[in-house]
C-alpha cells in the first residue's frame, strides 16, 4: 500500500539516504540495492513456511518465484487477491520453465522501492493461514 504522494516519493529518491530497515524508498543509487534486500528478506520469510518451493533463492534482482506444496498458481494468485496481494501466475514468457526446474507454473512475487516489511510480513500471514487450501477450494 502505498500511503506517501508521488512528489514525496521523487524527492526521498533524489536524496542520498538509505534506509536499511526497508521503511523507506532509496537514492537512485541504492535502486538495484533496496530489491535485493527486500527479496532477501521476502526469501527468509516464505522459507518459515513448510509448504513454500522457492525457485529462485538466489538469483540477483527483487523477483521471487515460488509456489505452495497443493495448490496450482493461479488459484494461489487468486486467493492472494482476495487479501489483495497481487502477485503473478504462469510460466513468466518462459515455456521451458518445465524442462529447467521441472515445473510448469509459478507465482511471482516482484518488489521494489515502495516495498515494505510489513508488506512481505502480511504475505507470509496470508500465506501461513491454516485454512487455505479450504479457501482455495
Request: aromatic share 10%.
Amino acid at each position: 500500500v502505498l500511503n506517501k504522494p508521488y512528489t514525496y516519493i521523487l524527492s526521498e529518491l533524489l536524496s542520498n539516504t538509505y534506509d536499511t530497515s526497508l521503511k523507506s524508498y532509496t537514492s537512485p543509487t541504492c535502486a538495484s540495492i533496496k530489491p535485493k534486500l527486500t527479496k532477501k528478506y521476502a526469501v527468509k520469510r516464505l522459507k518459515e513456511i513448510p509448504n513454500i518451493k522457492i525457485y529462485n533463492e538466489n538469483t540477483e534482482g527483487g523477483i521471487v518465484a515460488f509456489n505452495y506444496e497443493g495448490i496450482f498458481a493461479q488459484d494461489l494468485a487468486i486467493y492472494l487477491n482476495k487479501y489483495n496481494i497481487c502477485v503473478r501466475a504462469g510460466n513468466h514468457c518462459a515455456k521451458m520453465l518445465k524442462d529447467e526446474i521441472g515445473v510448469k507454473n509459478t507465482c511471482r512475487a516482484s518488489f521494489y522501492l515502495y516495498n515494505t516489511k510489513e508488506e512481505i510480513d502480511y504475505l507470509v500471514k496470508v500465506l501461513k493461514n491454516e485454512n487455505i487450501k479450504n479457501e482455495i477450494i
